[in-house]
């Protein structure tokens, strides 16, 4: 077992499978006691389960580790506080939470349904505000603590995954939110958007060029709850097998001005030619995409 994280209470929703599970690992191999959450749903969100949750535990335990299990649903207040309440419980603090619980229901945009929408949204992006709420009170009151949000690179748009697409984009402006929000109480929130072989990519409609083991994001993971990342604070990092990538900040390309007040004429002159627009690079992996599906072939990404 390392010391990156000893003395540590990591929290990590998600764990019973996946990254999710290797994270809580990673972070018991490294000294921390973790609350391992995960509702034991199946990749919709149906028939939970409790028994995934405590089968990590167990491997925790069998390792030398310390752990518990909280078989909650993240989307919801109750479930997000419980998870922070647990840790409180059992170990009095909380250093860290890593958010990974997520499901897919695909459908195309104009076919979504409020049920499909809902839930995934509900899961990703609120199941990680339950849980960062909850933490960052008391870290706040600690002075110290680590929000890890996941997102995914889908977080640019994704063609059959509107409520999954949104939601990941709504955890990368969540994380920024909690890295300015909590600066000044000690407390750093970053995103990870990974790339690994797990049930959920194994879905992805593209053969992945770049891509690894969960165990190569739970060491990043690691390094984010430790105190080696403390100044590190409002980012996304991608994860890709053997790739660390760090994603730009938000900003403005291309400005104009109309000191007379603008009309649809002056807009139509000065956007084409000056101010423009920004090309979104998976435009132009669609005519693969549909190639490929004509031959019965996944294309390279």
């Not at 010391?3 to 490294?30: D, H, M, P, Q, S």
């Not at 996304?236 to 390309?253: D, F, H, M, N, S």
């Not at 005519?287 to 072939?297: H, I, P, Y």
Request: charged fraction near 20%; glycine fraction near 12%; charge should be neutral.
């Amino acid at each position: 077992m390392g010391n990156f994280l000893a003395g540590k209470v990591v929290a990590v929703t998600g764990a019973g499978r996946g990254i999710g599970r290797a994270v809580a690992l990673a972070c018991a191999a490294e000294g921390a006691k973790v609350v391992v959450n995960d509702y034991g749903v199946a990749i919709d969100g149906a028939a939970p389960s409790s028994e995934v949750a405590e089968a990590v535990v167990k491997e925790i335990e069998a390792a030398g580790g310390v752990a518990t299990a909280v078989a909650d649903d993240v989307s919801t207040m109750a479930g997000g506080q419980r998870i922070v309440d647990t840790a409180l419980a059992q170990y009095g603090r909380i250093d860290g939470v890593v958010c990974v619980a997520g499901i897919l229901r695909e459908r195309m945009l104009f076919n979504m349904s409020e049920e499909e929408w809902d839930p995934v949204v509900g899961t990703h992006l609120k199941g990680t505000f339950t849980v960062f709420r909850a933490a960052a009170a008391v870290m706040r009151r600690q002075g110290t603590g680590t929000l890890v949000g996941f997102t995914s690179g889908n977080h640019q748009g994704s063609v059959a995954q509107a409520n999954y697409a949104s939601a990941k984009g709504g955890i990368i402006s969540l994380v920024r939110s909690a890295a300015l929000g909590l600066h000044k109480y000690g407390v750093t929130a970053n995103a990870v958007a990974p790339v690994a072989r797990t049930r959920m990519s194994a879905n992805v409609p593209m053969e992945l060029k770049e891509i690894g083991e969960p165990e190569d994001v739970a060491a990043f993971v690691v390094y984010l709850l430790s105190e080696r990342a403390r100044d590190i604070t409002g980012q996304v990092y991608t994860v890709a097998g053997p790739k660390i990538a760090v994603w730009a900040q938000p900003r403005e390309l291309r400005s104009a001005y109309s000191e007379g007040g603008w009309t649809p004429e002056k807009v139509a002159e000065v956007v084409p030619g000056t101010v423009g627009s920004d090309p979104m690079p998976l435009l132009a992996q669609l005519s693969a995409m549909a190639e490929a599906a004509r031959d019965g072939a996944r294309p390279n990404r």
